[in-house]
DNA sequence: GAGCTGACAATAG
DNA sequence: GCTATTGCCAGCT
């Protein structure tokens, strides 16, 4: 199992409506220091994947991206459909992770 | 084959 | 409490 498929499996068992962060996929894989290769895991993904790539966002709760493919306008709008408030904060999109952060088990371990 | 890059997070000052 | 630096590891050049 190598880094990215970890990154790959435990993004696609975020549920619905809920967010999680980069740095929580990364403690998952008993990495919590390696939260940059999940997002960049994230873009090679490019949306090919059946991958739910927008619902990883930085700890604070705010859209980081700025690629083609991964604008924060289609990440906050994807998340949305999916029943996320967002705000527009400080130039970029926020949310509110006490409310939409994921809570898994295993992350709580 | 080696070095640099990359959607961040945690620790130290 | 805030700012600056280090760490993480696989893909890309």
């Given at each position: 199992m190598k880094f990215f498929d970890q990154v790959k499996l435990h993004t696609k068992k975020i549920p619905r409506g809920r967010v999680a962060s980069y740095g929580q996929i990364a403690a998952m894989i008993s990495t919590p220091r390696a939260a940059r290769m999940v997002g960049w895991c994230l873009h090679t993904m490019d949306g090919l994947s059946d991958v739910p790539w927008h619902r990883v966002i930085n700890s604070k709760g705010y859209i980081t991206t700025n690629c083609e493919t991964h604008t924060s306008s289609v990440?906050?709008?994807?998340?949305?459909?999916?029943?996320?408030?967002?705000?527009?904060?400080?130039?970029?999109?926020?949310?509110?992770?006490?409310?939409?952060?994921?809570?898994?088990?295993?992350?709580?371990v």
């Open positions: 990440q906050k709008q994807l998340l949305e459909q999916e029943g996320v408030k967002f705000i527009k904060k400080d130039g970029l999109w926020w949310t509110d992770m006490k409310r939409y952060q994921w809570r898994s088990r295993e992350s709580e």
